[in-house]
T-cell receptor, first 112, second 115 residues
Framework: NAGVTQTPKFQVLKTGQSMTLQCAQDMNHEYMSWYRQDPGMGLRLIHYSVGAGITDQGEVPNGYNVSRSTTEDFPLRLLSAAPSQTSVYFC???????????FGPGTRLLVL | AQSVTQLGSHVSVSEGALVLLRCNYSSSVPPYLFWYVQYPNQGLQLLLKYTTGATLVKGINGFEAEFKKSETSFHLTKPSAHMSDAAEYFCAVSGGPDSNYQLIWGAGTKLIIKP
């Protein structure tokens, strides 16, 4: 089991560029989430999915899109990068709503 | 709305001393409570969780936490700190059905171990 994998590990973008952060899990988990982590603010939920084809917005969804075409993959798209999106992004998955959430290693994004 | 408060963004203890990290929550539904640890430049991993049953929960690396409903608290403790415990610790509570039980996170407490 690779668990939750994320690519890339580090990315530098210019303002206005778009990109996709990849997330995959091999544990057959229904529930997947994207978070951003900023100093002193803990984790903030961007988008989440409760199964293939079903996504919903979290606390800070503006500027981000997601889709869930398979159980395994949950990519996060930045439509037009802004310096305010400089952050560390974590993908997570869990089997049920009360079970352990497993995190990927994170993607560090710098927007210039 | 649910919320989580972690008292102290930084906590410093000497090696061998008691570790106490505080977490208070507000929840309109019976809570599920979690503590996660994040080592530098890594993702988060579960330390322990409370769902139902015994209110004193034991986790990995000698940590434990006690759910106190009357105080709406879930403080994390370890009797004797080790240098390897230096990390950031996050408390989280599950939201209710209106948020699909998504986790609400505290801001984190950075634990510093003095030799």
């Amino acid at each position: 089991n690779a668990g939750v994998t994320q690519t890339p590990k580090f990315q530098v973008l210019k303002t206005g560029q778009s990109m996709t952060l990849q997330c995959a899990q091999d544990m057959n988990h229904e529930y997947m989430s994207w978070y951003r982590q900023d100093p002193g603010m803990g984790l903030r939920l961007i988008h989440y999915s409760v199964g293939a084809g079903i996504t919903d917005q979290g606390e800070v969804p503006n500027g981000y899109n997601v889709s869930r075409s398979t159980t395994e993959d949950f990519p996060l798209r930045l439509l037009s990068a802004a310096p305010s999106q400089t952050s560390v992004y974590f993908c997570a998955s869990r089997r049920t709503l009360v079970e352990t959430q497993y995190f990927g290693p994170g993607t560090r994004l710098l927007v210039l | 709305a649910q919320s989580v408060t972690q008292l102290g963004s930084h906590v410093s203890v000497s090696e061998g001393a008691l570790v106490l990290l505080r977490c208070n929550y507000s929840s309109s539904v019976p809570p599920y409570l979690f503590w996660y640890v994040q080592y530098p430049n890594q993702g988060l991993q579960l330390l322990l969780k409370y769902t139902t049953g015994a209110t004193l929960v034991k986790g990995i690396n000698g940590f434990e936490a006690e759910f106190k409903k009357s105080e709406t608290s879930f403080h994390l403790t370890k009797p004797s700190a080790h240098m390897s415990d230096a990390a950031e610790y996050f408390c989280a509570v599950s939201g209710g059905p209106d948020s699909n039980y998504q986790l609400i996170w505290g801001a984190g407490t950075k634990l510093i171990i003095k030799p």
